[in-house]
């Protein structure tokens, strides 16, 4: 793989780093997860939506004018936070390239991760994960092999990573998915997030013994409130529903998972009092948006609320068959008035929303260290 010709490249990038980002609160940004914060390591390898570029892609057109890599039709929360703090957009680890500056940080989150590993679904018969969707625990592995080009013993990486921010998801959403795939029903699905939650904090754990000691690790979302969530588990039974138009009993889903994962913050911040982990609330940042849309500039009208803003049709404009940037899917004039974005994914719009809800508050517990310039 081309990322070895690196470690013989550059070299003791953590000295260069202190030297020319030594004012900022943080000189690199570490992230693991799935499609909410890939920046292209994905489509490094598969070369294909979003990564290609036929000219009618919609992915990337708000910001980027073309397909970047990102399962948006712009930024992404940790784009929003790395310019926050002064920091470039992460390079995907698969696409650095020899000679590459990569010295304030790297991104390893790759669209359809799990936080399982594929030994786990394979055992379970389930069949919709692939090997091609790198777990959390090879995420890992890419990092420790990049580890070398900052830091050769334990002195240098602790003095390497002390002003790093490390961030350990958002990832557990895509491990629920595959179950609900499978037919899997709500008790169903509650019984796998302890294993979810211990893959999570498994890794946080080897992130702090190798060296960090910031570190975030995202909640889940209000998946009752997705497009595609929405579509699959369709209800025409109003109780269903809460008086907004989630589905109830999987957003009840999605807050036990955030609290079985609290109370592992809450024991891993016990054993390793020198860490500071903190927990962001993707869950009640995210649901604000479809509680009240008109406040955070989005459409007043309820039946635009749910709906993607690029899909194929049904009552969400999102169809399981067909993908957004295919033929027969269209995208809405004006994507930052949605929220939603292809079924599974946030606009641009969103995104920007709910990191000014990380950053300026109230939805990092404890907060993040203040960020130097305003989300733009």
């Not at 009840?252 to 390793?272: C, G, M, S």
């Amino acid at each position: 793989m081309k990322i070895f010709i690196l470690f013989s490249i550059i070299t003791l990038a953590c000295g260069f780093l202190v030297s020319n980002a030594k004012s900022l609160p943080y000189e690199a940004i570490f992230n693991f997860g799935d499609s909410i914060s890939d920046t292209g390591n994905a489509a490094s390898l598969h070369k294909s939506p979003p990564g290609d570029d036929n000219g009618k892609n919609p992915y990337g057109s708000t910001y980027f004018k073309h397909p970047s890599g990102r399962m948006s039709d712009g930024r992404l929360i940790i784009d929003f936070i790395a310019k926050a703090y002064g920091l470039p957009f992460l390079p995907a680890y698969l696409n650095l390239t020899e000679g590459q500056n990569f010295t304030q940080g790297v991104n390893f989150a790759y669209v359809g991760a799990t936080a399982l590993d594929m030994e786990y679904f394979i055992r379970k018969g389930i069949n919709s994960v692939t090997p091609d969707e790198k777990s959390l625990s090879v995420q890992l592995d890419w990092f420790k092999k990049l580890k070398p080009s900052f830091c050769k013993t334990k002195e240098e990486c602790d003095n390497c990573f002390k002003r790093s921010l490390f961030l350990v998801g958002e990832i557990g959403g895509n491990d629920v998915i595959a179950h609900m795939v499978a037919n899997k029903n709500i008790p169903q699905l509650r019984e796998i997030v302890p294993l979810i939650v211990e893959a999570i904090t498994n890794t946080t754990t080897a992130l702090i013994e190798e060296g960090a000691v910031e570190l975030v690790v995202p909640g889940n979302f209000p998946i009752g409130c997705n497009s595609a969530v929405l579509t699959v588990k369709k209800s025409d039974n109003k109780d269903d529903h809460d008086e907004f138009g989630c589905l109830k009993s999987y957003n009840t889903l999605a807050q036990y998972y955030n609290e079985q994962l609290k109370q592992a913050i809450e024991t891993l911040r016990k054993k390793n009092p020198q860490a500071k982990i903190i927990y962001f609330d993707y869950f009640n940042d995210a649901k604000r948006l479809f509680q009240a849309p008109h406040q955070y500039g989005f459409s007043a009208d309820k039946n635009e609320t749910f709906k993607a803003c690029c899909g194929a049709g049904g009552p969400f404009n999102f169809l399981p068959n067909i993908n957004c940037g295919e033929p027969r899917s269209t995208v809405c004039s004006e994507p930052s008035n949605r929220i939603n974005w292809d079924g599974l994914h946030y606009t641009e719009a969103a995104y920007r929303q709910i990191a000014k809800g990380l950053l300026e508050g109230p939805f990092a517990y404890p907060p993040l260290k203040s960020p130097p310039f305003k989300i733009a």
